[in-house]
């Protein structure tokens, strides 16, 4: 059964600091990942996703995750926080490109420090 | 493009009641997933739907239904609410599951209160 654990259910980091959120997964085929972002009172949005193709995957608003096989990991960095990142960040895996079934994580609040 | 509408955006209903919840897709998407928000379980998946069709179905009991109109919208039905269906119920749809490469865009959801 695929499963996603986020380690951290908060993660604080002052402005302009490197942003960690991290995202382990459990599949017993190669899996496609994904990293959401929800703000309060809206919907989820997609960051970036996993598909087999590059190990480094470049998403929206500066973040960027790398997939590690070898350390079922697929943590979500960006270089330097913004207030606006302050969010909750949702990572999810799928094991079927024929799905639109998703396993999320429970979820990482980040909160942004001036 | 409009994105997707979800309606009603709050909902209080008491124990007992039953309720529909509606989901407009993005135009021209024919996949819906539905997926439950809680603070304690986190998110989870409902059900999809793909052409009227139920393609996928999580763990979830008989209580919660669904389905999906010919022009792609679908609803979800609660019967017999219980305090802990409290939740934001939130709607997905993408223009083709058979590739993941599309993305699922989320609708702002509904929040439903049981008393």
């Known amino acids: 059964a695929q499963s996603v654990t986020q380690l951290g259910s908060h993660v604080s980091v002052s402005e302009g600091a490197l942003v960690l959120l991290r995202c382990n997964y459990s599949?017993?085929?190669?899996?496609?990942l994904f990293w959401y972002v929800q703000y309060p009172n809206q919907g989820l949005q997609l960051l970036l996703k996993?598909?087999?193709?590059?190990?480094l995957v470049k998403g929206i608003n500066g973040f960027e995750a790398e997939f590690k096989k070898s350390e079922t990991s697929f943590h979500l960095t960006k270089p330097s926080a913004h207030m606006s990142d302050a969010a909750e960040y949702f990572c999810?895996?799928?094991?079927?490109?024929?799905?639109?079934?998703?396993?999320f994580g429970q979820g990482t609040t980040l909160q942004v420090k001036p | 493009k409009a994105g997707v509408t979800q309606t009603p955006r709050y909902l209080i209903k008491t124990r007992g009641q039953q309720v529909t919840l509606s989901c407009s897709p993005i135009?021209?998407?024919?996949?819906v997933s539905w997926y439950q928000q809680t603070p304690g379980q986190g998110l989870q998946f409902l059900f999809e739907?793909?052409?009227?069709?139920?393609?996928n179905k999580g763990n979830f009991p008989g209580r919660f239904s669904g389905r999906q109109f010919s022009n792609s919208r679908s609803e979800m039905n609660v019967s017999t609410l219980e305090l802990g269906d409290s939740a934001l119920y939130l709607c997905?749809?993408?223009?083709?599951?058979?590739?993941?490469?599309?993305?699922?865009?989320f609708g702002p959801g509904t929040r439903l209160t049981v008393l």
């Open positions: 997905a749809s993408s223009s083709d599951p058979g590739t993941i490469l599309n993305e699922q865009f």
């Open positions: 739907y793909f052409s009227e069709t139920q393609r």
């Open positions: 999810a895996v799928t094991d079927s490109s024929n799905t639109g079934k998703l396993i």
């Open positions: 599949s017993s085929v190669p899996p496609y």
């Open positions: 996993y598909t087999s193709a590059a190990t």
């Open positions: 135009s021209g998407h024919r996949s």
